[in-house]
T-cell receptor
Framework: KNEVEQSPQNLTAQEGEFITINCSYS?????LHWLQQHPGGGIVSLFM???GKKKHGRLIATINIQEKHSSLHITASHPRDSAVYIC??????????FGEGTQLTVNP | DAGITQSPRHKVTETGTPVTLRCHQT?????MYWYRQDPGHGLRLIHY???????DKGEVSDGYSVSRSKTEDFLLTLESATSSQTSVYFC??????????????FGQGTRLTVV
């Protein structure tokens, strides 16, 4: 069983919809990361959080440490949000462990 | 942008030849990682380093070796390339000191084709 599980694996939405991607982990962590990868592109960090909630523009990330769960929300989705979204965790003072990613497609 | 560069960006090589990929960072981060990304598998850790000359294996380390002689450079070597090592390789860096973490930064990737 992976230490980091993401759901759904694939998600198709219509432009304007509210999107949620979930991440669950089974180990103690010191930080959780949400990453974005566009087709053929590099990987960029969207958020790093260890508690609570963070917001950048239309993106919101939340984490519940007790439940070992995080969500990434996209409000008013747009086709340019189409990408792979990856959850990763830093196990206390140690290396990154990744989920397998969620392929998001937003249709116009 | 974080100072992390991979070289080369693209490489085609023949089966059985040695190949070395380089990751260079200017952030002075302690942790460096090599991942491969294949369809249906997400990012899989090959090797990582937690300091100069300190490395450890990841989940798909067979057929790969690494070296880190300086903080800024992390080299991934395929001693004898095989077609199963055709993949996109990503380097990443992060820092973690006593519970204080930084974001993870990634290189642009190296597309390796073994023919």
């Amino acid at each position: 069983k992976n230490e980091v599980e993401q759901s759904p694996q694939n998600l198709t939405a219509q432009e304007g919809e509210f999107i949620t991607i979930n991440c669950s982990y089974s180990v103690g962590i010191s930080a959780l990361h949400w990453l974005q990868q566009h087709p053929g592109g590099g990987i960029v960090s969207l958020f790093m959080l260890s508690s609570g909630k963070k917001k950048h523009g239309r993106l919101i990330a939340t984490i519940n440490i007790q439940e070992k769960h995080s969500s990434l929300h996209i409000t008013a989705s747009h086709p340019r949000d189409s990408a792979v979204y990856i959850c990763a965790v830093t196990v206390s003072g140690s290396r990154l462990t990744f989920g397998e990613g969620t392929q998001l497609t937003v249709n116009p | 942008d974080a100072g992390i560069t991979q070289s080369p960006r693209h490489k085609v090589t023949e089966t059985g030849t040695p190949v070395t990929l380089r990751c260079h960072q200017t952030e002075n981060h302690r942790y460096m990682y090599w991942y491969r990304q294949d369809p249906g598998h997400g990012l899989r850790l090959i090797h990582y380093s937690y300091g100069v000359k300190d490395t450890d294996k990841g989940e798909v380390s067979d057929g790969y070796s690494v070296s880190r002689s300086k903080t800024e450079d992390f080299l991934l070597t395929l001693e004898s390339a095989t077609s199963s090592q055709t993949s996109v390789y990503f380097c990443a860096i992060s820092e973690s000191n006593g519970g204080s973490n930084t974001e993870a930064f990634f290189g642009q990737g190296t597309r390796l084709t073994v023919v």
